[in-house]
Each structure stands twice: as structure tokens, then as C-alpha cells.
T-cell receptor, first 117, second 114 residues
């Protein structure tokens, strides 16, 4: 079975602080994809990043960076110099193959990030 | 480019009334389509998915149903709404099923059952 754990339910930081959102996953698949999504107050889930299990290189995109470590089954997300616009719920997800041609995502329960001005 | 639409954006319905939520995707063909519900607790619950016209798979038994009458149209329905059906309903589609499987989400429908 697939499982994604985001142990941090809510985090509050002051603007310009760095913050790391944790994600730990479980899967028996040797090939899999991991994802991060952002859900701002408007509600729509915004895709941030996809990482496949064979690529353990860290990735940086502006103030965002992702640390993928297969040894610890973790895919953590760091926001550097946080801004108020970063306030949102962030979801980590794992791709599982559910058969019959469908590929489902298993989501964590999300981490609510509040950036205080 | 691809676009996903959902309507209505918000809906307030009495208990026992019917429901029809619509999702359409533009700019792609034969997508995998998904319905999720997000209750007040924030977690995303997969309700239905479809790999093609007329092909629906249900993940959770409930009083909801889904249909896919056209390639890029996915409908979520209920004959009689319950209070517990309140929530935020999200439709999603997959780009390149079996290759990258990135799900892209629509703007959502916020349903309140009174």
C-alpha cells in the first residue's frame, strides 16, 4: 500500500524566514513519482514539482527547493525567504499504479503554512 | 494549451435535493479524469476516476455517482444530497497517462448542503 505522511499540520513563520515542509512516503514500487502541490486560499491546487524515483538530484526553482532522499523515503520542500503570498496548504503526493490503466495519486493530509508579515 | 473548467463555482443545496457538477477539459484528448472531495479537514479524498468514455471506477461507496458522456466531460451527480456531502469538489486530469502522470486540477466547486 502507498502512504504519504506530512507530520506538520500547521506551521507559522515570520516573513523572510526559511521554512521546510516535511514529506515521508511509503511504497513497494521501485519506480514512482513524487509531487508537491500548493493550495492557496482560493482553493485550486497548483502543481509545483514532479520528481521520479531515479532522480535524486535536489532541485531549486527561485525561492523553492526540494530535497529528495530515497534512503529516508523523504521528499522535503524548503521555501527560502518566505513571503506572505506563500501562505497556503501544501500537499505532498505519491503516484501509484492502481491497475486498469489508471494512475492514482496518494496525497498526504497537507501542511498549512502561514507567513506572518 | 490545456484548460480545465468546473461549474458551478459555488452551490448551496438543501438536503435531499439532486446534484450535478460538471468538469470539462480543453486542449487534450482521451485524458484520465478524476473527482476528489475535500472536506473541512483539508484531506483530499478520491471519489471517482475514468480512463475513457463510459468507464467509471469508484473509490468510495457513497450516494454519489459519476458519468463520462464525452471524452472531455466528467459529471458528478447525486439523486439525494446528504449533509455530509458538503465540501470542496475538485476535478483533475492527467497529462500523458502512464508516462508522467502529473494531475492538473480545476478551480473546484464549493458545495454547501443545508
Amino acid at each position: 500500500a502507498q502512504k504519504v505522511t506530512q507530520a506538520q499540520t500547521e506551521i507559522s513563520v515570520v516573513e523572510k524566514e526559511d521554512v521546510t515542509l516535511d514529506c515521508v512516503y511509503e511504497t513497494r514500487d521501485t519506480t514512482y513519482y513524487l509531487f508537491w502541490y500548493k493550495q492557496p486560499p482560493s482553493g485550486e491546487l497548483v502543481f509545483l514539482i514532479r520528481r521520479n524515483s531515479f532522480d535524486e538530484q535536489n532541485e531549486i526553482s527561485g525561492r523553492y527547493s526540494w530535497n529528495f532522499q530515497k534512503s529516508t523515503s523523504s521528499f522535503n520542500f524548503t521555501i527560502t525567504a518566505s513571503q506572505v503570498v506563500d501562505s497556503a496548504v501544501y500537499f505532498c503526493a505519491l503516484r501509484a499504479y492502481s491497475g486498469a490503466g489508471s494512475y492514482q495519486l496518494t496525497f498526504g493530509k497537507g501542511t498549512k503554512l502561514s507567513v506572518i508579515p | 494549451s490545456q484548460t480545465i473548467h468546473q461549474w458551478p463555482a459555488t452551490l448551496v443545496q438543501p438536503v435531499g435535493s439532486p446534484l450535478s457538477l460538471e468538469c470539462t477539459v480543453e486542449g487534450t484528448s482521451n485524458p484520465n479524469l478524476y473527482w476528489y472531495r475535500q472536506a473541512a479537514g483539508r484531506g483530499l479524498q478520491l471519489l471517482f476516476y475514468s480512463v475513457g468514455i463510459g468507464q467509471i471506477s469508484s473509490e468510495v461507496p457513497q450516494n454519489l455517482s459519476a458519468s463520462r458522456p464525452q471524452d472531455r466531460q466528467f459529471i458528478l451527480s447525486s439523486k439525494k444530497l446528504l449533509l455530509s456531502d458538503s465540501g470542496f469538489y475538485l476535478c483533475a486530469w492527467i497529462e500523458r497517462p502512464g508516462v508522467t502522470d502529473t494531475q492538473y486540477f480545476g478551480p473546484g466547486t464549493r458545495l454547501t448542503v443545508l
